[in-house]
Nanobody
């Protein structure tokens, strides 16, 4: 059974950092791309970042470039999203998801984690 479990969210102040984790199981992790998305009430889920270490390509939302870094640990079948210099507008539920291509659209991902809430206070 394919599973993705996102964790690491919490309440932080503006300027602080968080690292989200996406622990996976049930599929060959190194063959897939893990993307991070976020969603706030009333808005569509937006792609934050994804990467393919196999193809050397990646995507990052313009507003997080230079602040967020995505990484993968194939040995642990876990992906990470390091978020630095957090801003109140980064507040959202963050999801990880699986895809076979580097894409920023949610429709390109077939399995999703349950989401973890990140709240950034000003």
């Amino acid at each position: 059974e394919v599973q993705l479990q996102a964790s690491g969210g919490g309440l932080v102040q503006a300027g602080e950092s968080l690292r989200l984790s996406c622990r996976t199981s049930g599929f060959p992790f190194h063959e897939y791309i893990i993307g991070w998305f976020r969603q706030t009430p009333g808005k569509e889920r937006e792609g934050v970042a994804c990467m393919s270490d196999q193809y050397g390509s990646s995507y990052s939302l313009e507003s997080v470039k230079g602040r967020f870094t995505i990484s993968k640990d194939n040995a642990k079948a876990t992906a990470y999203l390091q978020m630095n210099s957090l801003k109140p507008e980064d507040t959202a539920v963050y999801y990880c998801a699986r895809s076979t291509a580097v894409r920023s659209t949610a429709a390109s991902y077939d399995y999703w984690g349950q989401g973890t809430l990140v709240t950034v206070s000003s």
